[in-house]
DNA sequence: TAACGATCCGGACCGAGGTCCGTTTAATTT
DNA sequence: AAATTAAACGGACCTCGGTCCGGATCGTTA
C-alpha cells in the first residue's frame, strides 16, 4: 500500500509545548469519518464550535474576515483554545478544507476509474488533474489563504498524498524517467497560486486549462501517438 | 523589443496615500545603473543605509532577524521611513536581490551565447534553467523571505521578465503549443520553494535538479531526437 | 536670501498572529 | 463520592508588519 501514514486529517498540532507533535496522519479508513481520534469532550464540542463559526465567518466576509481573535469570539471560546487545537491561522484553514479534501482523496484511491484505480495510468494522470483542477476552482480563496510558509508548502498532509499519487502512476507510465522531479513538475501546475493567477489574472477560461494539462501529461509521458 | 517594460528594478512604490503608484519599470538601459531615478538627497542617502544596514543583518541573523523595525534602528532612521522607501517587508527584500537579479537578467538578455542571443532556442532554455538553478541555490534564503503573498507572486517583475524569456523561447521551439501554460509549466520547475524542498528537505544533489531540467525542457519541447 | 511648496521623516498607533501560565474541568482511580 | 491528574481553557501579553499625520527638510523660485 503506497501512501497510507498521510491522509489528509486536519494536522491536529495539539501544541502541548513538549514533544514535537508531528502530523499524528489518520490511516485510510474510507468510510470512516474519523476526526480526532481521542478528544475530551469539551474540547471536542469546542472544535466543531470553531470550525463552524470559522465556516460562518468566510460565508460572510471571505477568507480574510477569518481572524483568529473573530473566530475565537463567534466560537465564545478563548483566542488560546484557537491555537491549541489547530496550531495557527493555516491549520485552522486546512481543516476548513479538510472535508473536501478527504472526499477528493477517496475518490483517488478508491473511487470509479478513471479517476480511481482500474484505467491505464496516463488516463488516470488526465483524470487527476481534470479532478484537481475543478477542486482548486472550487473555494480557491480558501486555497490561497491556507497556503503555508514556503518551508512549510511541500511537507503538508494533502499535498503529500496527491504528489504519492502522482509519482506512482508516473512510475508507472515512465518506468525510466526520474519520475520524483516529473511529479512536482506536474504537481506545480496545479497549485492554486498559478490556478488564481491565470483564470482571474489573466483571465484564461478553465477548458483552456485542462488542455493545457492534457498536452502537459502528453508531452511528460511521451504518450503523442500520432505527431 | 519583446519585454521591454519590466526590467527587474526594486519595485519603487512610492507610497504616497493618493495614485496607485504602479511598478514604474526601468527600461533596460543594461550599463547604466539607474536605480530611482529622481530622489530627494536625504531620501537617496536613507535608502542607501537601510539596504546597508539589511543587509548587514541578513549576515548576522539570517532572513529572519530583517525586522523592519530592526533594519530602521540600525540605518538610524525611522520606521516609516522604510516602509516609505520599500513600501513592505517584501519590496526590502526584493530591493536586497535586485542587483544580481539585474545581472542574471543582463546576461539573459545580452550576454554571450547560450544563455544570451545566438544559441537556438532550446539550448538557451537548458543554459536558462542551469543559471537560474544557481542563482536559486545562492541565497535561497533570502528568496524565500522574499516571496510575496501568492495572489502578487506572478506579478513581480523579475518573474515577469523570466516568464517572458522562457516564453519567447518556447514560442519559437514548439510554435503549435500552448506556450503561455508551458512557460508556466517550466518555471514551476524552478520556482525557490522546490529548489529548497528538493535540496534541503529531500537531500537530492544540485546535479540531479539540473539533469532534471533538461529532460524537462526536453519532454516539453519534444526536442528527444533519440528515444 | 527669503519664502514657499513638495517631499520626506519619525514615531505613536493599530490590528493580528502567536505565546504563556495560572485556573478550571473532564476523566479516572480509590 | 472524593481525590487525583492530565488535559483544556482563557485572556493578558508580546512581537511585528503596516498606517497616519504633524513637523522637519530639501530644492526651487523670486
Redesign the interface.
Known amino acids: 500500500m503506497l501512501y497510507a501514514g498521510f491522509m489528509s486529517s486536519t494536522l491536529p498540532p495539539f501544541p502541548t509545548p513538549q514533544e514535537p507533535v508531528e502530523n499524528t496522519p489518520v490511516l485510510l479508513e474510507l468510510g470512516t469519518d474519523v476526526d480526532e481520534p481521542c478528544l475530551r469532550a469539551d474540547a471536542a464540542r469546542n472544535r466543531a464550535r470553531l470550525l463552524d463559526a470559522a465556516a460562518r465567518l468566510v460565508a460572510e466576509h471571505g477568507a480574510a474576515g477569518v481572524t483568529m481573535e473573530a473566530v475565537a469570539a463567534a466560537a465564545q471560546v478563548g483566542k488560546g483554545t484557537v491555537f491549541r487545537r489547530f496550531g495557527d491561522r493555516t491549520g485552522l484553514l486546512t481543516a476548513l478544507l479538510d472535508h473536501s479534501e478527504r472526499k477528493f482523496q477517496a475518490s483517488i484511491l478508491s473511487g470509479p476509474a478513471p479517476l480511481g484505480p482500474g484505467a491505464p495510468p496516463v488516463e488516470r494522470l488526465r483524470a487527476f488533474g481534470c479532478a484537481a483542477l475543478r477542486r482548486a476552482a472550487d473555494d480557491l480563496e480558501l486555497q490561497?489563504a491556507a497556503?503555508p510558509c514556503?518551508?512549510r508548502?511541500?511537507?503538508v498532509p494533502p499535498r503529500q498524498v496527491r504528489y504519492g499519487h502522482v509519482l506512482m502512476l508516473l512510475r508507472q507510465a515512465v518506468p525510466d524517467?526520474?519520475c520524483?522531479?516529473?511529479a512536482?513538475?506536474l504537481m506545480?501546475?496545479l497549485?492554486?497560486?498559478?490556478i488564481?493567477?491565470?483564470t482571474?489574472?489573466?483571465h484564461?477560461p478553465m477548458d483552456?486549462?485542462q488542455?493545457?494539462w492534457f498536452?502537459?501529461v502528453e508531452?511528460?509521458t511521451?504518450s503523442?501517438g500520432s505527431?
Do not use: I, K, N
Open positions: 490561497l497556503e514556503p518551508d508548502r511541500f511537507l524517467a526520474d520524483e522531479l516529473l512536482q513538475t506545480g501546475y497549485e492554486p497560486a498559478l488564481h493567477h491565470l482571474r489574472q489573466c484564461m483552456r486549462l488542455a493545457g498536452d502537459l508531452r511528460v511521451g503523442g505527431r
